[in-house]
């Protein structure tokens, strides 16, 4: 390495670095999603972004365990950064298992990594809010869910009318492909090719389904699937009697009362990618679907006994960081994270430094959040930094205000001003 | 990979999972970093834990460096888990030199890692409070910084007793160095001997000065420098005139307006280990020195120049998330987080589900955290999860409340009911 060479000051590929006006967005959404994980008795939980990398293998689809970022430490062991939280989660459920008191929910806002070319301005980290419920058998998990993440999205400023929950359930899926001939064995291989529809053509899945081994006529019976619309289209094929039918109905009969019901649509074409769903599956679009899917999640009751823990019911949501600020950018433009508070407190020579200083250390005290200039300036100068800056107020102190001891607190927006105290 | 081998539950070693329970001392010391610096007008920032490796070495001192978590992405680029977050800042900075406003004063929450032995309980991996201002000379920048940090430290609820900040200025050690005959040449190394006092015995200390080409003389000299107990003392070696020494004066004076002069305490033996600070450096420790550095940090004048950006005076402090829990826990008790809030809410049999799921969404929507039981229950067993659970009151509604079209809120503690209506 050559020391006197420049370095690149960008961030490493396909990674973010957060100015403080990117963090107006980042937090206006972080602190979305705590509050509405808060409102909903969602408790909180953490791990570290490095991960076991058998873990991680486990339980992923292929297309996810190729695009892990691993490596090795200083021992020889095999680490990896995490591409999705889920995993983790079933790992320290499982080691607590006899300790922990089920149904459990539980929130964590976890950066996530994937290794994927850099299309789209798809970036290779994000950070992906988790909601989940773990041992709870009734679609009560699935709304809960449901409604916390519509309380987040309320809670940064979309309004209702701006997206959809498209939801389905895989067993309803798995119960048409049974009734049209086409094996248990086959579903797995059927759900990820289906997922694809949309990103490639349908004459690349009908070709991946027959590499599975499926006939031309199996083939065409999954595509007329997708065709069903409503539940009683699903119900004339699956039989009145489905119960996959039946946790549908009561999931949309429950949005009624959670006051979800106008954003949550029956979609027979939501599969979602990774290969652990067993139930109800969903995912959130814009109305215009002009953007990727803001989250998704579903049921994922084998995983705990994929991993080698107890079989135990879970729903899950990720809910990333990415699609969602696109689609608020768009809807209320760049702007709209601007946010002016506190105040910003300056000095005109250096002997009126220490009455701006307690003016400072006051306010802060009293929980306002103070901008102390850190030296002297000439008003034209104060007022011209104070302008640009986050403050909605402010407070320069002059010799005069100092032998008066008081101050004019300034309303940067309306010009306002009010008489405060020094000391 | 035997995908019917049993999994390890743990973490990988050194990282860290979070329950709950963990949660709650995390959130507590997170909420307190955040309030802080947003009361004293730092602005946030943040960047991807993935760093160039390039950078990170480029500045960081040789013992960091042997630390450093690094891998190969797919395309071949060497790639690290940050050690520490000031090189990334210094990029980001030098990246927008010329769009920013100086002085800077921003805040991070960033997760550092180090690839350590794990004596002592360490852990590979941390959260940091990175507070940094970019482009003030003066110690004005120092005390803002000092004063910021006492403030987290008292919103997490740490009394002002209970520590003291060790301040020190390395350009006094330059000066007294200097006059004692050691050529500047050799300071750094002076520097990171010196600071290893303590973690080593003095034997071995000398013998790193003398592998450095001190001769015995110097060595002695180096030592003697460490007995200086006061600024007084330190005045009379280094001369009246020492603008090293009137910078640590004003510090300390400016610390009396700021309130915080009770806890700071001049220290010649703080040094700091890293490679490029430049001023006052400063540690801060529990009074009873029963544990490892609570923060630490100091002015880098010459960082942003290392990288290959514009010259720009800054001083900047690591504050990590696990000593000052060992404090907290050691002064407070381990259960002193715990926080009993919001409302538990539950049902004897499915036909009052609607009601207490209306009556949860009632509650959230005023901003209420509410735990809904997803199931019926029996009272028995209702109260028995809603004395283990966080919940502050508990409503459980039954057949005649509904009928009333009131339940009871009880205060889990006191015992207390009120009445509130359904609907």
């Known amino acids: 390495m050559n ?7 960008e961030p490493p590929r396909g990674m973010r670095d957060f100015y403080p006006e990117d963090m107006l967005w980042r937090n206006r959404v972080f602190d979305a999603w705590r509050q509405a994980a808060v409102a909903f008795g969602f408790q909180p939980y953490d791990a570290c972004v490095v991960e076991s990398l058998e873990l991680l293998q486990r339980k992923s689809g292929e ?9 090795e430490d200083k021992s020889g062991r095999h680490l990896a950064l995490r591409p999705e939280m889920t995993p983790t989660l079933a790992r320290m459920v499982a080691a607590r298992h006899g300790q922990l008191t089920f149904p459990l929910k539980w929130f964590t806002l976890a950066q996530c990594f994937r290794y994927e070319r850099m299309t789209r301005g798809r970036k290779r980290e994000h950070y992906q809010w988790n909601l989940d419920i773990i ?25 209702d009318a701006a997206y959809r929950i498209r939801v389905n359930n895989r067993a309803l899926l798995a119960e048409l492909l049974a009734k049209s001939g086409i094996d248990a064995a086959y579903h797995p291989a059927v759900f990820l090719a289906l997922d694809k529809r949309g990103k490639i053509s349908d004459d690349e899945i009908a070709a991946l389904l027959k590499a599975e081994g499926l006939d031309s006529d199996a083939v065409a019976k999954a595509f007329e699937l997708l065709a069903v619309q409503t539940l009683d289209q699903a119900a004339a094929l699956a039989g009145a009697d489905s119960p996959a039918l039946a946790a549908l109905r009561e999931l949309f009969s429950l949005a009624e009362v959670y006051g979800i019901a106008d954003r949550l649509v029956f979609d027979i074409s939501v599969i979602r990618g990774l290969a652990y769903y067993t139930g109800i599956v969903f995912e959130a679009f814009d109305t215009e679907r002009k953007f990727r899917a803001i989250f998704g999640g579903g049921r994922y009751d084998s995983l705990l006994t994929m991993i080698g823990g ?7 949501l990720g809910f990333g960081d990415v699609v969602v600020v696109e689609v608020l950018k768009d809807l209320l433009g760049e702007a709209a994270a601007a946010e002016k508070r506190g105040v910003i407190v300056g000095y005109m020579f ?8 307690r003016l400072a250390r006051t306010l802060r005290e009293a929980g306002e959040t103070v901008d102390l200039q850190l030296g002297r300036q000439k008003p034209k100068q104060f007022f011209s930094r104070a302008s640009a800056s986050t403050a909605a107020d402010a407070v320069f102190i002059g010799p005069d205000d100092v032998a008066r001891g008081t101050a004019k607190r300034k309303n940067l927006a309306t010009r306002e001003e009010t008489e405060i105290p020094l000391n």
Chains 1, 2 share one sequence.
């Open 3 to 9: 020391p006197s060479a420049p370095l690149s000051f």
């Open 63 to 71: 297309e996810v365990s190729e695009q892990i970022y691993h490596f």
């Open 135 to 159: 041992g709870e058998e009734s679609v009560s998990a699935e709304i809960e869910i449901l409604a916390a993440a519509a309380a987040g999205l309320r809670a940064m400023g979309l309004p």
């Open 310 to 316: 107890a079989p135990t019911p879970a729903v899950g």
């Open 350 to 357: 250096p002997e009126q430094r220490e009455a701006a200083t």
